[in-house]
């Protein structure tokens, strides 16, 4: 096995057999495979190009639970990714798209149907730039206007440069969303997050802190 390798398709056809791990109580797998985007510190592109559809949602779920955690890297970029979305609106199924959408391509459209499905508990995306704040807060909003909650959207925080994750951190606190720091790891070149990307990240990942120091440099671990 490796990170760019691929499994034979008539392995990769197999449902997974969630008997091994019997504290697993959802199904696991993948609506499509793929990314539209390249983003600088991400493998998707390389290990599993472009975008392209891959299950259907009845071929994910198991017969013992009506949970499914779906790992797409960008499943709003696919219209199958979106067709499956709209068939899970009224079934027995609660979801959990735990790679994060992508809030470019949350349209009014979109964020009806957002609305409609069963979420285990949030709705995820990213936000891993500056330029990405507005684009997250807007998406925040439009799913507002169909009763999405501001707490019931998780947005991973892309952890570099610190000024500019706590930009992000504080205008998504103010939101209301669930933030969560990453300090970033260049696997490249084999670079570990620093200490101060650590210290951030604790700072914003322990919530009795997050919600009570307002600022970074009031933090001291």
């Not at 949350?106 to 149907?113: C, L, Q, S, V, W």
Request: hydrophobic share 40%; charged share 25%.
């Amino acid at each position: 096995y490796g990170i760019y390798d691929d499994l034979p398709p008539e392995i990769d056809a197999m449902a997974p057999d969630y008997t091994i791990y019997p504290a697993c109580d959802h199904a696991v797998g993948f609506l499509t495979r793929g990314c539209i985007r390249a983003c600088p510190w991400c493998v998707v592109p390389r290990k599993e190009g472009g975008i392209r559809p891959y299950r259907r949602w009845q071929e994910i779920k198991r017969n013992d639970s009506r949970d499914i955690v779906f790992m797409d890297n960008n499943v709003l970029a696919s219209d199958f990714g979106i067709e499956q979305m709209e068939g899970m609106i009224g079934q027995p199924v609660r979801v959990d798209f735990n790679q994060g959408l992508d809030a470019r391509l949350i349209t009014p459209e979109i964020a009806d149907i957002l609305a409609r499905i069963k979420w285990i508990r949030f709705i995820r995306m990213s936000c891993d730039t500056d330029a990405m704040l507005p684009v997250v807060l807007a998406a925040i909003n439009r799913l507002a206007v169909y009763g999405v909650k501001p707490y019931r959207v998780f947005v991973y925080l892309l952890v570099q440069d610190i000024d500019s994750a706590e930009r992000r951190a504080t205008a998504l606190r103010a939101a209301g969303a669930e933030v969560f720091a990453q300090p970033y790891r260049d696997f490249t070149n084999n670079i570990e997050p620093t200490t101060e990307q650590r210290r951030f990240a604790r700072w914003v990942n322990r919530k009795a802190i997050f919600k009570t120091v307002n600022r970074f440099a009031d933090y001291a671990p």
